[in-house]
């Protein structure tokens, strides 16, 4: 079943978003992926099991979009694991040093309307097209 890529980005955007404001009305929580993530790492008492089906519902829905709309997912990496584990691991630098991540910081705290998030998004987003740009017009690469 082929369905347009902009319908599942405006459908994403709008799950995204409802399930952002239902994890901080609900519970009181940013729904920032690498805070849920490390919180999983680090549980305290009584605080794992949200923050598991979280990250599993993250992977239940990629492996939903990969039955629905295989089209829209690659068939393979563009680069090699250590790559992408390299990479894996600058980002988790990069949310820490950053005190979150582009969920917490982009989805949750733009729309709380935060000074801090809002200088936290300029600068990943000014850096990821300075990276992109540097990659392909510089270096050659396919970023």
């Given at each position: 079943?082929?369905?347009?890529?902009?319908?599942?980005?405006?459908?994403?955007?709008?799950?995204?978003?409802?399930?952002?404001?239902?994890l901080?009305?609900?519970?009181?929580?940013?729904?920032g992926?690498?805070?849920?993530?490390?919180?999983?790492?680090?549980?305290?008492?009584?605080d794992?099991?949200?923050?598991?089906?979280?990250?599993?519902?993250?992977?239940?829905?990629g492996?939903?979009?990969?039955?629905?709309?295989?089209?829209?997912?690659?068939?393979?990496?563009?680069?090699?694991?250590p790559?992408?584990?390299?990479?894996?691991?600058?980002?988790?630098?990069?949310?820490?040093?950053?005190?979150?991540?582009?969920?917490?910081?982009?989805?949750?705290?733009?729309?709380?309307?935060?000074?801090?998030?809002?200088?936290a998004?300029?600068?990943?987003?000014?850096?990821?097209?300075?990276?992109?740009?540097?990659a392909?017009?510089?270096?050659?690469?396919?970023?």
């Open positions: 079943m082929a369905t347009s890529p902009l319908l599942f980005a405006l459908l994403g955007g709008l799950l995204i978003g409802a399930a952002s404001l239902w901080l009305v609900a519970a009181g929580r940013i729904a992926v690498s805070g849920i993530v490390g919180g999983a790492l680090r549980p305290r008492a009584g794992l099991a949200w923050r598991l089906a979280f990250v599993l519902g993250l992977v239940a829905g492996a939903v979009l990969r039955v629905l709309s295989p089209e829209t997912l690659p068939k393979s990496l563009p680069h090699s694991g790559v992408i584990a390299l990479a894996g691991l600058l980002v988790g630098f990069g949310a820490r040093l950053g005190g979150g991540c582009t969920s917490g910081h982009g989805v949750c705290g733009l729309g709380r309307r935060s000074p801090r998030s809002l200088a998004v300029l600068t990943f987003m000014i850096t990821a097209f300075v990276t992109v740009w540097l392909r017009h510089v270096l050659g690469g396919a970023a």
